[in-house]
């Protein structure tokens, strides 16, 4: 068992916990200098670069175009992943072991391949729109994380409470909307969250699969960034970390950050 007082660890996690909020908190300062270019220090303080994310249509267009996108694809995956997973975990399939393998093999192949492999057979060869191309790759991104969060709770799950539904006459569909599901509601809301943000945030896929009339937010500020090296970009980033941080909140609210960690 971890010591929690030991000094070694609590140096080593200090040290973590520093390099990870330090990149933020140089983008949260930059975000706010005046000079015409990210540097460091900051000689004054404004908004305007605020101001400018908004005067950029690209960045607009992209968060929509993100935002639907990451919705689409993390309820699909939803949708696919948690019978799956209920037939992985209830009944004896055969092969069931490769199955979830088969599963969670989009998180073993580098995201940049998978890109690329839609690229050459949805667009190029099968003639696919790419809106309906691209939400093929998030899916395929989301769907291993609502197995792994599922699987883990469907295996906590008592199966006698679904049998003595059974005996009481509820008939297994029943049984699986109003016993299975509000059981693991707080795996299914951790699941969503994890496709959402990833989805949202996405580069590599998106690289791929976007087009002159399809434009996605994380591209749409790579692209802002090849020929602007000002603090717009810092201050969209402060927007984003705002964004999941009021997604944070209001789960936290909601259930409560505990219950998605149990």
Request: glycine fraction near 4%; aromatic fraction near 12%.
């Amino acid at each position: 068992m971890l010591d929690s007082q030991n000094k070694t660890l609590r140096v080593i996690s200090i040290l973590i916990l520093f390099l990870i909020m330090l990149p933020l908190v140089l983008v949260i300062v930059t975000s706010f200098g005046n000079q015409a270019s990210i540097s460091l220090p900051i000689h004054g303080f404004t908004f305007e670069w605020y101001k400018n994310v908004f005067a950029q249509p690209d960045f607009i267009a992209g968060f929509k175009m993100s935002l639907l996108v990451a919705l689409i694809a993390s309820l699909a995956a939803l949708v696919v992943g948690i019978p799956a997973v209920y037939a992985l975990t209830r009944f004896k399939l055969r092969h069931s072991s490769w199955l979830q393998s088969f599963f969670l093999s989009p998180a073993l192949i580098p995201e940049i391949v998978i890109g690329f492999s839609l690229y050459q057979t949805a667009v190029i060869t099968m003639k696919l729109p790419l809106l309906l191309s691209l939400i093929i790759g998030h899916f395929l991104l989301c769907v291993p994380y609502v197995i792994r969060l599922i699987t883990a709770s469907m295996l906590l799950l008592d199966p006698h409470i679904e049998e003595a539904a059974w005996i009481c006459g509820s008939s297994p569909k029943k049984t699986f909307f109003v016993i299975v599901l509000p059981n693991i509601k707080t795996s299914i809301i951790a699941a969503f969250m994890m496709c959402f943000i990833n989805s949202f945030n996405n580069i590599p896929i998106s690289l791929f699969l976007n087009g002159p009339e399809l434009n996605m937010l994380p591209t749409a500020i790579l692209n802002y960034l090849q020929n602007n090296y000002d603090p717009t970009v810092s201050a969209i980033s402060v927007m984003l970390m705002i964004f999941t941080a009021l997604i944070m909140f209001v789960v936290e609210k909601v259930l409560g950050i505990n219950e998605l960690t149990r």
